[in-house]
C-alpha cells in the first residue's frame, strides 16, 4: 500500500512538471522562433544599411558616363566612346546604335584574332536584345519635352551578369556601354565594409558592427549564389544563411546575406529560463508530496496501532472469556447436582445468561481477531443442514431481554420452512452484530423485524427497525472499519467494526450484506447466502 | 632578355655599392622606335609583315631622387601560408618597407576569406609602426584573391597619380577560393586598373597557387608574374620587385598604331591591345629603367606595284616622363618598297624585328604547347617546343650570319628554354612545377620581364 501510494505522489510530481517543462519547452520554441525573426530582421536591416553604398557606386556609373556624353553627338560622340573605351577604367566596350538598329560603333573588325570576332558578335547579339528605350523618349507624349533618362539593362555573358547602360541621344540614336564587370565587382567591394580595420589608423573606417562579438560574416552573393565578397568574422567552416536583402536594380539578383551562428547569436538564458520553474515546481510539489506521504503514513500508523490494539485487547479478552465460559459451565454442572431448591431455581437461568453472554461475547471477540487477521484458519466454513427459523429463533433469544428491557417489540417471519445448508457461525455473527446495533441504536424505534426466506437458492434474512435510520450519505460508509457515525461522548458505545465484521463474514460465506431502501423510519439490512446442497444425515454439507 | 641581363648585372653591381637603380634625368627620354620585318616587300601581291614598335627605357646611373611609388603590398594569409612561407612574406614586406622614403605611399592589405586592410595607404612616413604591424600578421582561411586585389588598388587610389608609380603587389600561394576566381575575370581587373596606370605584381610561391590567373592578372595589367618556388628566396624577389617598381622611367603610355586602308591588322602578337578598324592602341603602365619592352603587330599589306613607296603604319607613343612629369610623344611613320626580286625582299628584312617576332610567336606556340601539356598530349606538346627550338635556332643562325648580333643571346636563350621544358614536360608529377615555370617564361617573353625568379639561374644564366 505505502508503495503504490508512494507511485501515485510520485505520478502527482512528475505529471504537472512533464506538462510544465513541455509547455515551457514550447514556449520557449515560440520565443525562440520570434526572437529569431526579430534577429533575422535586425540583421536584414543591417544589410540594408550595406545596400545603399552598392547603389550609389551604381548611380554614380550612371551620372559620371551620361555626363561625360551629354552634349556631344555626330563624329564627337564616336570620339568620346572610342575614348571611353580606351581610358575609363569602368568601361568595357561601348555601342553607338543608328535609329534603325544598325550597329555604328564597334566596326567589324579586320583582324583574324579570335577574341576580337567573338566580341563582336556579343555585342551584335547585345544590341538586338536592347531594351524598348528610344520609343519611349519619342512617343508623342514626351515629344515636345524628351525625357531621356538613361536604362540599365542585366545582360547575362561569360561569367556571369553584366551591366549595360543604355543612353538615348538625339534623332533617335542609342549609346550603350557594357561596363567592366569586374570593375564594378571591385568598386562593390571597395565600398562594402571591411573585415578588421585598424583603429589606431588616421582614416575613418566603416567596420562590421553586427559581427563584432559573434562569429559571423556577411557576403555579397552573386546571380548563381556564388560569393563575391565577405566581410565580417569568418570561421574555417561555412555557417548557415541567417538573413537576406536583394540588391537594388539594376543588380537585382544579387544578394546581400548574413551567414552566422544561430546559437551565439539568439538569447542565451534559454537554458535557465526552462529549468529555473521547473526546479522550483519540483520543490514545491516535492515538498508538498512528502507532507502528504508523510501525514498519511501517521494516520495508516494511528489506524494501524488502533486495529493491533483491538486485536491485542481481543486476544486478551480471550482467555478469561474461556476461563468464565468453563466455570459457568462448571457452576451449571454444580447446580445440576444439587437438589431442587427455589435458590437452584434462580440460579441457573441466570448461569446459562452468563454462559450465553460469555459465548456471544466469544464470538465478537473472535470475529474482531478474524477481521483484523484476515485469518486463513477462521475462513474455513462448517456449513451444515440447519432449520433456518430455528436457527435464527435460537440467535435472537439472547437479546430478548435486552429488548424487552429496552421496550423493543421484536416480530419474526419466516418465509421457508425446512433445512438448508449453510453455516450457522456466520449467520449468527451477522445477526448478533445486527441485533446488537438495534439495540445499541434503534432502541428508540421499539421495534424489530426478522424475517428470513429462501429465494433462488439464496437463503436471505432480512432485520429492519424503525430507529433514526441512516442517511443516504453515509450509507456506504457504514460497512467500513471504525466508521461510527457519531463519534460524540454520548453516543452509545461500539467498536466501529461491527457492521465490517459482519460484511467481511457474509463476504466470505460468498454472500452479502447491504441496506435495503425502505420507507423512514429506520433501517432495513438484508443479508443473502448462498445455500449449499443438503448434506446426508447430520454430516457437514460440502 | 639580353635586356634583363644586363640590368640585373646593374643592378647587382649597383647594390654592391649599396645603391639603387633610379629614373631618368629629365634631359634622358625613352627611345621609341618603328620597324617592319620586311622594309622591302613582293610586287604585285598581298605581303604578311610584322610591325615592331619598341620602346627603349634609358638606363641611368643611381641618383638619389626617384619619384615616389604608391604601392599596395597584398599578401594572401590563408592557411596554406602558415609556417616559414608567411614569416619570409612577413620578412620580404619589412625589407620593401625599410626601403621606402618619406614621400612614398603604402598600404597593406592581408585576406583570407575576408579583407583585413592592415595598413591603409599612408605616406611611408612612419615605417618602423607599419613594420611592427606587419610582424603582427597570423594566417587565417580561404583565398578571397579577387577581393584582396580590390582592396589593394582602392587603398592605391586614394592618393593615385596617373603619371607617378602605381602598383599593387599580390602574394599568394593559393587557389582563389572566395569570389570571383577565374583567370579572365583577374585579367579583366587588372585591364581596368591599367587604364588607371596601376599595375598588379603577381609573386606565386610554391606549388599550389593558380598560375594561369596570376599571370594574366598580372600581364593584362602590365605587371610582373614571378615563381617562386622557395620562399627562402621571398626577400629576395620582392627587392627586385622594388628594384623595377623604383626604376620607372615613364608611365601613362599610350600607343596609337594608325593604319593606311591598304593595311590590315592581322593581330597583335601576345598583347590583348584594342583593334577598332584599322587603329590600333596598346595599353601599358609603365617602362622600366633599361627595359627594352617591345609590341609586334602581325600586318597584312595590299598589293602594290614594283618600285613604289608605301606607307604602312603611322606610330604615336605618349608618355610621362615619371621625373620630369612632362608629358612627351614620339611620333614616326613606316614605310615600305615593293620589288619584283626575291633576294632584294631577303636581303633587305630586319632580322632584329624578325627575331623578336619569332620570339613572341614562339611564345604563342609554347602557350599552345601548355594547353595540350594540361591535355595530357605530351608528344604533341613536345612537337611544338620542337618546332619552336629549330625556329629560333635557324633565326639565331641567319642572324649571326648576316652579322646581327644584338638577338643572338636571346634567341639561344629561348632556344635552350624550350629545348629544356621539351623534358621538363614529361614526368606528370613534376608538371605542376615546371608548368608554373612555363608560364613565367612565357610572360616574361611577352613583357619583357626586367626579372624572373631566378629558377634557371644556376643552368642558364651566367
Same mark, same amino acid.
Given at each position: ?34 526572437a ?8 536584414e ?13 551604381i ?7 551620361s ?13 568620346a ?46 544590341a ?10 519619342d512617343?508623342? =507624349? ?30 533617335d ?9 569586374? $570593375?564594378?565587382i ?38 548563381q ?17 541567417? *538573413? ?8 537585382s ?12 547569436l ?16 519540483? +520543490? ?13 503514513? $501517521? ?19 480471550r ?32 448461569l446459562?445468561?452468563i454462559?450465553?453472554?460469555?459465548? $456471544? ?25 440447519v ?5 435464527i ?9 435486552g ?14 420452512s ?21 439495540e445499541?441504536?434503534?432502541?428508540q424505534?421499539?421495534? +424489530?423485524r ?23 450519505k ?8 471504525f ?21 467481511? *463474514? ?37 | ?42 610586287a ?8 615592331? /614598335?619598341?620602346l ?29 612561407r ?6 620580404a ?25 592592415? /595598413? ?6 612612419d ?11 597570423? /594566417? ?10 580590390a ?41 581596368? =586598373? ?9 609573386l ?43 626604376s620607372?622611367?615613364?608611365s ?10 591598304? +593595311? ?14 584599322r587603329n ?17 603587330i ?5 598589293a ?74 605530351v ?9 619552336? *627550338?629549330i ?25 635552350v ?30 613583357q619583357?620581364? /626586367? ?12
Amino acid at each position: 500500500m505505502p508503495r503504490r501510494l508512494l507511485l501515485a505522489i510520485l505520478l502527482l510530481i512528475a505529471a504537472p512538471l512533464v506538462l510544465l517543462g513541455w509547455s515551457s519547452v514550447r514556449g520557449l520554441r515560440n520565443e525562440n522562433l520570434i526572437a529569431k525573426q526579430r534577429l533575422t530582421q535586425l540583421l536584414e536591416q543591417r544589410l540594408l544599411e550595406s545596400e545603399p553604398a552598392l547603389r550609389a557606386v551604381i548611380d554614380r556609373y550612371e551620372r559620371d558616363l551620361s555626363t561625360r556624353l551629354a552634349v556631344l553627338s555626330g563624329p564627337k560622340l564616336l570620339d568620346a566612346l572610342r575614348d571611353l573605351e580606351r581610358t575609363d577604367p569602368i568601361v568595357r566596350s561601348t555601342l553607338l546604335l543608328q535609329a534603325s538598329g544598325a550597329v555604328v560603333h564597334p566596326a567589324e573588325p579586320l583582324s583574324d584574332e579570335l577574341s576580337q570576332r567573338n566580341r563582336y558578335a556579343a555585342l551584335l547579339s547585345l544590341a538586338a536584345s536592347r531594351p524598348a528605350i528610344s520609343q519611349a523618349g519619342d512617343s508623342t =507624349l514626351t515629344k515636345s519635352a524628351p525625357v531621356l533618362r538613361p536604362l540599365w539593362q542585366p545582360w547575362f555573358m561569360d561569367q556571369g551578369l553584366q551591366l549595360v547602360l543604355w543612353m538615348p541621344k538625339e534623332n533617335d540614336v542609342v549609346v550603350g556601354i557594357l561596363l567592366e564587370r569586374s $570593375r564594378w565587382i571591385a568598386d562593390l567591394i571597395a565600398v562594402s565594409p571591411q573585415s578588421r580595420s585598424d583603429s589606431s589608423s588616421d582614416y575613418p573606417r566603416r567596420t562590421s558592427t553586427p559581427t563584432k562579438e559573434t562569429t559571423g560574416y556577411s557576403e555579397l552573393v552573386d546571380e548563381q549564389q556564388r560569393t563575391i565578397y565577405r566581410w565580417g568574422d569568418s570561421p574555417p567552416t561555412d555557417l548557415p544563411r541567417l *538573413a537576406q536583402v536583394v540588391v537594388a536594380a539594376p543588380l537585382s539578383n544579387w544578394k546581400l546575406c548574413y551567414h552566422g551562428d544561430l546559437a551565439t547569436l539568439s538569447p542565451n538564458a534559454s537554458a535557465t529560463t526552462i529549468w529555473l520553474p521547473l526546479i522550483a515546481t519540483l +520543490v514545491v510539489l516535492a515538498s508538498l508530496g512528502a507532507y502528504v506521504l508523510t501525514s498519511t503514513q $501517521r494516520q495508516m500508523r494511528l489506524a494501524r496501532d488502533q486495529v493491533s490494539f483491538a486485536g491485542q485487547v481481543s486476544h486478551e479478552l480471550r482467555t478469561p472469556l474461556t476461563n468464565i465460559r468453563l466455570y459457568a459451565d462448571l457452576a451449571k454442572s454444580d447446580i445440576e447436582s444439587l437438589d431442587d431448591s427455589a435458590v437452584k431455581q434462580k440460579i441457573r437461568p441466570r448461569l446459562d445468561v452468563i454462559a450465553q453472554e460469555s459465548e $456471544r461475547l466469544g464470538g465478537l471477540v473472535s470475529g474482531v481477531l478474524e477481521f483484523i487477521r484476515g485469518d486463513s484458519s477462521a475462513a474455513v466454513l462448517h456449513p451444515r443442514n440447519v432449520d433456518l427459523g430455528e436457527a435464527i429463533d435460537q440467535i435472537i433469544e439472547p437479546f430478548l431481554p435486552g429488548f424487552a428491557a429496552a421496550g423493543i417489540v421484536c416480530e419474526r417471519q419466516d418465509n421457508h420452512s425446512g433445512l438448508v445448508c449453510i453455516d450457522p457461525n456466520i449467520l449468527r455473527i451477522v445477526l448478533v452484530n445486527l441485533l446488537g446495533n438495534v439495540e445499541k441504536y434503534a432502541a428508540q424505534g421499539q421495534y +424489530v423485524r426478522v424475517e428470513s426466506g429462501v429465494n433462488d437458492a439464496q437463503a436471505i434474512v432480512r432485520v429492519c427497525d424503525r430507529g433514526p435510520g441512516i442517511a443516504a450519505k453515509h450509507r456506504r460508509h457504514v460497512f467500513e472499519a471504525f466508521a461510527r457515525l457519531d463519534n460524540s461522548t454520548s453516543a452509545p458505545s461500539g467498536t466501529g467494526i461491527g457492521l465490517a465484521i459482519a460484511l467481511a *463474514a457474509a463476504k466470505r460465506h460468498g454472500g452479502d450484506l447491504v441496506i435495503k431502501p425502505s420507507s423512514p423510519p429506520g433501517v432495513c439490512f438484508e443479508l443473502t447466502l448462498p445455500i449449499k446442497p443438503l448434506a446426508k444425515r447430520d454430516s457437514p454439507c460440502r | 632578355m639580353t635586356q634583363l641581363r644586363f640590368f640585373l648585372a646593374i643592378a647587382a653591381t649597383m647594390s654592391l655599392y649599396g645603391l639603387t637603380p633610379t629614373t631618368a634625368t629629365a634631359d634622358q627620354s625613352v627611345g621609341v622606335t618603328a620597324t617592319v620585318s620586311t622594309p622591302t616587300m613582293l610586287a604585285d601581291q598581298k605581303n604578311m609583315t610584322f610591325l615592331r /614598335v619598341a620602346l627603349d627605357g634609358p638606363v641611368l646611373i643611381a641618383d638619389a631622387k626617384r619619384p615616389p611609388v604608391n604601392v599596395a603590398i597584398v599578401i594572401d594569409k590563408s592557411g596554406s601560408m602558415g609556417g616559414p612561407r608567411i614569416e619570409q612574406a612577413k620578412l620580404a614586406a619589412i625589407a620593401a618597407v625599410e626601403r621606402l622614403r618619406n614621400n612614398d605611399i603604402v598600404s597593406i592589405v592581408l585576406y583570407d576569406s575576408v579583407i583585413e586592410v592592415l /595598413v591603409p595607404s599612408t605616406k611611408a612616413t612612419d615605417r618602423e609602426s607599419i613594420i611592427q604591424k606587419i610582424r603582427t600578421v597570423q /594566417v587565417g582561411s580561404s583565398t578571397a584573391l579577387f577581393a584582396g586585389v580590390a582592396a589593394g588598388a582602392a587603398e592605391v587610389r586614394k592618393f593615385l597619380d596617373r603619371s607617378s608609380v602605381n602598383r599593387v603587389i599580390l602574394l599568394s600561394d593559393g587557389i582563389a577560393n572566395v569570389g570571383p576566381s577565374s583567370p579572365m575575370e583577374l585579367a579583366d581587373l587588372g585591364r581596368s =586598373l591599367a587604364k588607371e596606370n596601376i599595375s598588379v605584381s603577381t609573386l606565386g610561391v610554391g606549388q599550389g597557387y593558380n598560375e594561369d590567373l596570376m599571370m594574366q592578372l598580372a600581364s593584362a595589367s602590365s605587371g610582373n608574374h614571378v615563381f617562386i618556388e622557395d620562399e627562402a628566396s621571398l626577400v629576395a624577389i620582392f627587392n627586385r620587385e622594388f628594384d623595377t617598381l623604383m626604376s620607372v622611367v615613364a608611365s601613362e603610355i599610350r600607343i596609337d598604331i594608325k593604319l593606311p586602308e591598304s +593595311v590590315r591588322p592581322v593581330r597583335v602578337l601576345g598583347t590583348d591591345a584594342s583593334i577598332d578598324g584599322r587603329n590600333v592602341a596598346i595599353p601599358l603602365t609603365q617602362l622600366y629603367s633599361g627595359q627594352n619592352r617591345y609590341f609586334i603587330i602581325e600586318l597584312e599589306v595590299n598589293a602594290a606595284a614594283a618600285g613604289k613607296e608605301a606607307k604602312v603604319a603611322d606610330v604615336s607613343v605618349s608618355y610621362t616622363n615619371t621625373d620630369s612629369k612632362v608629358r612627351e610623344t614620339r611620333q614616326m611613320a613606316v614605310a615600305s618598297q615593293f620589288t619584283t626580286s626575291a633576294e632584294v625582299v631577303e636581303n633587305d628584312t630586319n632580322l632584329e624585328t624578325l627575331a623578336y617576332a619569332t620570339v613572341l610567336v614562339s611564345t604563342e606556340r609554347n602557350r599552345m604547347a601548355t594547353a595540350l601539356r594540361d591535355a595530357g598530349k605530351v608528344s604533341e606538346a613536345q612537337a611544338l617546343l620542337n618546332i619552336n *627550338a629549330i625556329d629560333l635556332f635557324k633565326c639565331a643562325a641567319s642572324c649571326e650570319a648576316k652579322n646581327v648580333t644584338s638577338v643572338v643571346p636571346m634567341l639561344k636563350e629561348n632556344v635552350v628554354e624550350n629545348r629544356l621544358q621539351t623534358d621538363e614536360i614529361v614526368d606528370s608529377e613534376k608538371w605542376n612545377s615546371s608548368r608554373k615555370r612555363m608560364i613565367e617564361y612565357q610572360n616574361g617573353n611577352l613583357q619583357q620581364q /626586367v626579372y624572373d625568379g631566378g629558377y634557371r639561374s644556376s643552368s642558364t644564366k651566367p
